[in-house]
Every structure is written in C-alpha cells, then in structure tokens.
C-alpha cells in the first residue's frame, strides 16, 4: 500500500532553516509528481510547492517563493523540502501528498514551529 512518512520537522528560530523529508513507498515512485502541503493552526491546508516526476517545480506558493526548494531523489524515493528564512507564519503541520488518479494520498505531517 501507499506509504507517505514525512520527518525533519521541529522547533527553529525566525531566519532559521529546515529540511523535511518525504519517505515514499507502494507505489512507483518516479512515476508520479509530488507535493508538498501545509496547514497552519486554524486554517486550511495549503498547497506550498509540487514537482513533477523527473523533478521540474511547477508550482510554488507565493509566500515561500525565494526561501523553499523542493527535490528529490528517485533512486531513495524520497522527497524533500528545503525550507531557509523561516518566520512565524511558516508555523504549522507539513505534509507530503501523491495524487493518484483521483485518490489523493497523504503522509501523516511533520511539525514545524518557527518562534523565538
């Protein structure tokens, strides 16, 4: 089945970094493109950046444009986020997410707390 475990979250400074890893497994992991979501304490998730299988980005959140990069590795079928300048806002649960067909299939989030 359909394994999604997301790591490297924590408890960073404002102007600090972070990079999260995506551990992916029962499915074909080069096949698919991949995204990256969050959602913040009483919001909605939000999409933050997605890449396509042979590792193009094709979307990226206005609010982390210059400060997050995505890859990843198709031979550790894993998937990261690089995450640098983090303020307050960044606060909150980040997951891993693969659309298939019309199953979206979700990691069960890292969190990321960004304070002083």
């Known amino acids: 089945q359909v394994q999604l475990v997301e790591s490297g979250g924590g408890l960073v400074q404002p102007g600090g970094s972070l990079t999260l890893s995506c551990a992916a497994s029962?499915?074909?992991?080069?096949?698919?493109?991949m995204s990256w979501y969050r959602q913040a304490p009483g919001k909605e998730r939000e999409l933050v950046k997605t890449?396509?299988?042979?590792?193009?980005?094709?979307y990226t959140a206005a609010s982390v444009r210059g400060r997050f990069n995505i890859s990843r590795d198709n031979a550790k079928k894993t998937l990261y986020l690089e995450m640098t300048s983090l303020n307050p806002e960044d606060t909150g649960v980040y997951y891993c997410?693969?659309?298939?067909?019309?199953?979206?299939?979700w990691g069960q989030g890292t969190q990321v707390t960004v304070s002083a």
């Open positions: 890449i396509t299988n042979v590792g193009n980005t094709v």
């Open positions: 997410h693969v659309q298939m067909g019309m199953t979206p299939y």
């Open positions: 029962g499915f074909i992991f080069s096949n698919y493109g």
